[in-house]
T-cell receptor, first 116, second 114 residues
Protein backbone atom coordinates (compact mmCIF):
# COMPACT_ATOMS: atom_id res chain seq x y z
CA UNK A 1 0.00 0.00 0.00
CA UNK A 2 1.69 3.16 -1.19
CA UNK A 3 2.02 5.96 1.29
CA UNK A 4 1.03 9.58 0.86
CA UNK A 5 2.61 10.99 -2.28
CA UNK A 6 3.48 14.59 -2.92
CA UNK A 7 4.88 16.26 -5.99
CA UNK A 8 6.94 18.01 -6.86
CA UNK A 9 9.42 17.40 -4.06
CA UNK A 10 11.16 20.69 -4.79
CA UNK A 11 9.70 23.73 -6.50
CA UNK A 12 11.41 26.99 -7.38
CA UNK A 13 9.34 30.00 -8.33
CA UNK A 14 10.02 33.68 -8.92
CA UNK A 15 8.04 36.29 -7.09
CA UNK A 16 4.63 36.77 -8.69
CA UNK A 17 4.40 33.30 -10.20
CA UNK A 18 1.97 30.57 -9.20
CA UNK A 19 2.85 27.44 -7.25
CA UNK A 20 0.79 24.25 -7.47
CA UNK A 21 1.45 21.52 -4.96
CA UNK A 22 -0.12 18.09 -5.36
CA UNK A 23 -0.97 15.43 -2.81
CA UNK A 24 -2.27 11.92 -3.40
CA UNK A 25 -3.54 10.42 -0.13
CA UNK A 26 -3.04 6.83 0.90
CA UNK A 27 -5.42 4.38 -0.72
CA UNK A 28 -8.73 4.37 1.08
CA UNK A 29 -8.14 7.71 2.78
CA UNK A 30 -10.65 10.46 2.16
CA UNK A 31 -9.39 13.13 4.56
CA UNK A 32 -6.51 15.41 3.56
CA UNK A 33 -4.68 17.99 5.65
CA UNK A 34 -2.12 20.57 4.52
CA UNK A 35 0.55 21.97 6.82
CA UNK A 36 3.32 24.52 6.39
CA UNK A 37 6.69 24.22 8.07
CA UNK A 38 9.20 27.04 8.20
CA UNK A 39 12.87 26.18 8.81
CA UNK A 40 13.53 25.18 12.42
CA UNK A 41 9.83 25.44 13.26
CA UNK A 42 6.87 23.13 13.85
CA UNK A 43 3.96 22.24 11.61
CA UNK A 44 1.26 24.86 11.17
CA UNK A 45 -2.18 23.69 10.12
CA UNK A 46 -3.49 25.29 6.95
CA UNK A 47 -6.54 23.45 5.64
CA UNK A 48 -8.55 20.25 6.06
CA UNK A 49 -10.46 18.77 3.15
CA UNK A 50 -12.62 15.81 2.34
CA UNK A 51 -13.55 14.83 -1.19
CA UNK A 52 -15.10 17.88 -2.88
CA UNK A 53 -15.42 19.72 0.45
CA UNK A 54 -13.32 22.16 2.43
CA UNK A 55 -14.00 21.35 6.06
CA UNK A 56 -11.70 23.79 7.83
CA UNK A 57 -9.54 26.46 6.19
CA UNK A 58 -8.93 28.51 9.30
CA UNK A 59 -5.15 28.20 9.02
CA UNK A 60 -4.89 29.29 5.42
CA UNK A 61 -4.27 32.93 4.44
CA UNK A 62 -7.41 34.48 2.96
CA UNK A 63 -5.61 35.83 -0.08
CA UNK A 64 -3.51 34.06 -2.71
CA UNK A 65 -3.95 30.59 -1.16
CA UNK A 66 -6.56 28.03 -2.18
CA UNK A 67 -7.00 24.29 -1.86
CA UNK A 68 -9.16 21.66 -3.44
CA UNK A 69 -9.70 17.91 -3.26
CA UNK A 70 -11.74 16.88 -6.30
CA UNK A 71 -13.75 13.72 -6.66
CA UNK A 72 -11.05 12.35 -8.93
CA UNK A 73 -7.37 13.11 -8.71
CA UNK A 74 -5.03 14.55 -6.11
CA UNK A 75 -5.56 17.37 -3.66
CA UNK A 76 -4.06 20.65 -4.89
CA UNK A 77 -2.69 23.50 -2.80
CA UNK A 78 -2.38 26.58 -4.97
CA UNK A 79 -0.44 29.70 -4.14
CA UNK A 80 -0.90 32.63 -6.47
CA UNK A 81 1.54 35.53 -6.87
CA UNK A 82 4.10 33.94 -4.57
CA UNK A 83 6.26 36.10 -2.31
CA UNK A 84 9.55 35.26 -0.59
CA UNK A 85 7.71 34.66 2.68
CA UNK A 86 5.93 31.70 1.08
CA UNK A 87 9.22 29.78 0.99
CA UNK A 88 8.70 26.77 3.26
CA UNK A 89 8.10 23.04 3.28
CA UNK A 90 4.48 22.12 2.66
CA UNK A 91 3.32 18.78 3.97
CA UNK A 92 0.20 16.87 3.18
CA UNK A 93 -1.28 14.24 5.48
CA UNK A 94 -4.19 11.87 5.04
CA UNK A 95 -6.39 9.86 7.35
CA UNK A 96 -9.00 7.16 6.78
CA UNK A 97 -12.72 7.65 6.30
CA UNK A 98 -14.96 7.75 9.32
CA UNK A 99 -15.10 4.47 11.15
CA UNK A 100 -11.39 3.67 11.11
CA UNK A 101 -8.58 5.01 13.30
CA UNK A 102 -9.35 8.35 11.78
CA UNK A 103 -7.39 10.45 14.16
CA UNK A 104 -4.06 9.18 12.88
CA UNK A 105 -2.58 11.31 10.13
CA UNK A 106 0.01 9.88 7.77
CA UNK A 107 2.36 12.40 6.22
CA UNK A 108 3.88 12.65 2.78
CA UNK A 109 7.50 13.62 2.10
CA UNK A 110 6.66 17.27 1.56
CA UNK A 111 7.20 19.86 -1.15
CA UNK A 112 9.96 22.37 -0.53
CA UNK A 113 9.03 25.67 -2.13
CA UNK A 114 11.69 28.29 -2.74
CA UNK A 115 10.65 31.71 -3.96
CA UNK A 116 13.42 33.73 -5.54
CA UNK B 1 -8.30 27.17 20.75
CA UNK B 2 -5.92 24.35 21.59
CA UNK B 3 -2.28 25.19 22.33
CA UNK B 4 0.53 22.65 22.67
CA UNK B 5 3.84 23.49 24.31
CA UNK B 6 6.86 21.22 23.97
CA UNK B 7 10.11 21.13 25.95
CA UNK B 8 13.02 21.09 25.56
CA UNK B 9 13.60 22.54 22.12
CA UNK B 10 16.98 20.82 21.92
CA UNK B 11 18.18 17.71 23.73
CA UNK B 12 21.59 16.11 23.57
CA UNK B 13 22.24 12.70 25.15
CA UNK B 14 24.97 10.10 25.12
CA UNK B 15 24.27 6.86 23.26
CA UNK B 16 22.63 4.40 25.63
CA UNK B 17 21.13 7.07 27.86
CA UNK B 18 17.42 7.87 28.07
CA UNK B 19 15.70 10.88 26.52
CA UNK B 20 12.50 12.49 27.78
CA UNK B 21 10.42 15.05 25.92
CA UNK B 22 7.48 16.76 27.60
CA UNK B 23 4.37 18.42 26.21
CA UNK B 24 1.42 20.25 27.72
CA UNK B 25 -1.92 21.02 26.12
CA UNK B 26 -4.64 23.50 26.98
CA UNK B 27 -7.95 22.06 25.77
CA UNK B 28 -9.31 19.32 28.02
CA UNK B 29 -11.39 18.06 25.07
CA UNK B 30 -8.23 16.77 23.39
CA UNK B 31 -8.37 12.99 23.37
CA UNK B 32 -5.66 11.72 21.06
CA UNK B 33 -1.92 12.37 21.36
CA UNK B 34 0.41 11.21 18.59
CA UNK B 35 4.18 11.58 18.46
CA UNK B 36 6.04 12.03 15.20
CA UNK B 37 9.69 11.70 14.27
CA UNK B 38 11.02 13.83 11.43
CA UNK B 39 14.39 13.12 9.88
CA UNK B 40 16.20 15.69 7.79
CA UNK B 41 14.50 16.26 4.45
CA UNK B 42 11.63 13.90 5.18
CA UNK B 43 8.05 14.08 6.31
CA UNK B 44 6.99 13.35 9.90
CA UNK B 45 6.51 9.68 10.68
CA UNK B 46 4.19 8.44 13.43
CA UNK B 47 6.16 6.56 16.08
CA UNK B 48 3.63 6.10 18.87
CA UNK B 49 0.29 7.45 19.97
CA UNK B 50 -1.92 7.37 23.03
CA UNK B 51 -5.62 7.94 23.61
CA UNK B 52 -7.12 9.70 26.59
CA UNK B 53 -8.49 6.52 28.16
CA UNK B 54 -4.96 5.15 28.60
CA UNK B 55 -2.26 6.40 30.97
CA UNK B 56 0.76 4.74 29.44
CA UNK B 57 1.76 2.91 26.29
CA UNK B 58 5.01 1.21 25.39
CA UNK B 59 6.53 -0.02 22.14
CA UNK B 60 10.00 -1.51 22.53
CA UNK B 61 12.32 1.37 23.48
CA UNK B 62 9.64 4.02 23.21
CA UNK B 63 6.98 4.82 25.79
CA UNK B 64 4.45 7.59 26.20
CA UNK B 65 2.67 8.66 29.38
CA UNK B 66 -0.43 10.82 29.70
CA UNK B 67 -1.68 12.76 32.71
CA UNK B 68 -5.12 14.07 31.80
CA UNK B 69 -5.59 15.93 35.05
CA UNK B 70 -2.44 17.92 34.58
CA UNK B 71 -2.88 18.01 30.79
CA UNK B 72 0.60 16.86 30.01
CA UNK B 73 2.14 13.93 28.19
CA UNK B 74 5.69 12.73 27.70
CA UNK B 75 7.79 10.66 25.33
CA UNK B 76 10.47 8.41 26.77
CA UNK B 77 13.17 6.83 24.66
CA UNK B 78 15.42 4.34 26.41
CA UNK B 79 18.81 3.01 25.29
CA UNK B 80 19.13 5.76 22.71
CA UNK B 81 20.98 5.07 19.49
CA UNK B 82 22.51 7.47 16.94
CA UNK B 83 19.65 6.72 14.53
CA UNK B 84 17.24 8.18 17.09
CA UNK B 85 18.69 11.60 16.23
CA UNK B 86 15.86 13.59 14.64
CA UNK B 87 13.22 16.19 15.42
CA UNK B 88 10.32 14.89 17.49
CA UNK B 89 6.88 16.51 17.49
CA UNK B 90 4.08 15.95 19.95
CA UNK B 91 0.50 16.73 18.99
CA UNK B 92 -2.95 16.91 20.52
CA UNK B 93 -6.12 16.12 18.61
CA UNK B 94 -9.68 16.98 19.44
CA UNK B 95 -12.97 16.17 17.82
CA UNK B 96 -14.90 18.97 16.21
CA UNK B 97 -17.64 19.16 13.60
CA UNK B 98 -16.55 17.17 10.59
CA UNK B 99 -13.45 15.48 11.97
CA UNK B 100 -10.39 16.03 14.12
CA UNK B 101 -8.08 19.00 14.49
CA UNK B 102 -4.48 18.25 15.35
CA UNK B 103 -2.23 20.89 16.93
CA UNK B 104 1.51 20.28 16.93
CA UNK B 105 4.19 21.30 19.38
CA UNK B 106 7.19 23.27 18.13
CA UNK B 107 9.44 20.20 18.10
CA UNK B 108 12.46 18.86 19.98
CA UNK B 109 15.74 18.36 18.17
CA UNK B 110 17.34 15.24 19.66
CA UNK B 111 21.04 14.59 19.23
CA UNK B 112 22.39 11.19 20.27
CA UNK B 113 26.17 11.24 20.57
CA UNK B 114 28.01 8.02 19.80
Amino acid sequence: NAGVMQNPRHLVRRRGQEARLRCSPMKGHSHVYWYRQLPEEGLKFMVYLQKENIIDESGMPKERFSAEFPKEGPSILRIQQVVRGDSAAYFCASSPRRGGPQETQYFGPGTRLLVL
Amino acid sequence: GENVEQHPSTLSVQEGDSAVIKCTYSDSASNYFPWYKQELGKGPQLIIDIRSNVGEKKDQRIAVTLNKTAKHFSLHITETQPEDSAVYFCAASLLYTGGFKTIFGAGTRLFVKA
